[in-house]
């Protein structure tokens, strides 16, 4: 049975950081292209970022890049995303989902809730 | 950058009735369009992908038409656990990224 799990989430201060994990299981991690996908509160899904099977290729919504990176590390099988200079609009649910036919997000995590306010 | 609207905002329906739900792409994305329901408190859900195939699962109620610009996801006969927000979304061919569409909200009449 594949399954996403968010850690990591929490409560931080405008200008913060804070790390997101993603623990992948029940599948092949190493063959997939994996992304970040976000919602706030009351509103639609957004994609953030991914990141190819080998993580040599990378990409990001234009309202996160030079502040958050996504990284990999298929030993462990997990998925990361380092967010740095947090704003208030980047208060979230943040799900890890696992991208099929590197087109859609075929499974996804139950998400990780990131609060950015002082 | 291809943006994907979604009408209607809301479709207010009894069960048993059929659901049409329509997204439209500001540029063709060929058939490589999805759809994705998503409960309150829950992740999204995969039920359409390449614009007509249902995902491992899907009841055969759920189906998927269009390609180009225009796609319609329709529900033949409402079930109660269907009454939820209905996402489409497509990835760009280069670079990679990936956009939804700002939903519909299928609720109870």
């Known amino acids: 049975e594949v399954q996403l799990v968010e850690s990591g989430g929490g409560l931080v201060q405008p200008g913060g950081s804070l790390r997101l994990s993603c623990a992948a299981s029940g599948f092949t991690f190493s063959s997939y292209w994996m992304s970040w996908v976000r919602q706030a509160p009351g509103k639609g899904l957004e994609w953030v970022a991914n990141?190819?099977?080998?993580?040599?290729?990378?990409y990001y919504v234009d309202s996160v890049k030079g502040r958050f990176t996504i990284s990999r590390d298929n030993a462990k099988n997990s998925l990361y995303l380092q967010m740095n200079s947090l704003r208030a609009e980047d208060t979230a649910v943040f799900y890890c989902?696992?991208?099929?036919?590197?087109?859609?997000?075929?499974?996804w995590g139950q998400g990780a809730l990131v609060t950015v306010s002082s | 950058e291809i943006l994907l609207t979604q009408s209607p905002a809301t479709l207010s329906l009894s069960p048993g009735e059929r659901a049409t739900l329509s997204c439209r792409a500001s540029?063709?994305?060929?058939?490589?369009l999805a759809w994705y329901q998503q409960k309150p408190g829950q992740a999204p859900r995969l039920l359409i992908y390449?614009?007509?195939n249902r995902a491992t699962g899907i009841p055969a109620r759920f189906s998927g038409s269009g390609s180009g610009t225009d796609f319609t996801l329709t529900i033949s006969s409402l079930e109660p656990e269907d009454f939820a927000v209905y996402y489409c979304q497509q990835r760009s061919n280069w670079p990679p990224i990936f956009t939804f569409g700002p939903g519909t909200k299928v609720d109870i009449k």
């Open positions: 540029q063709s994305v060929s058939s490589y």
């Open positions: 390449d614009a007509s």
């Open positions: 990141i190819k099977q080998d993580g040599s290729d990378k």
């Open positions: 989902a696992r991208v099929v036919g590197a087109t859609y997000f075929d499974y």
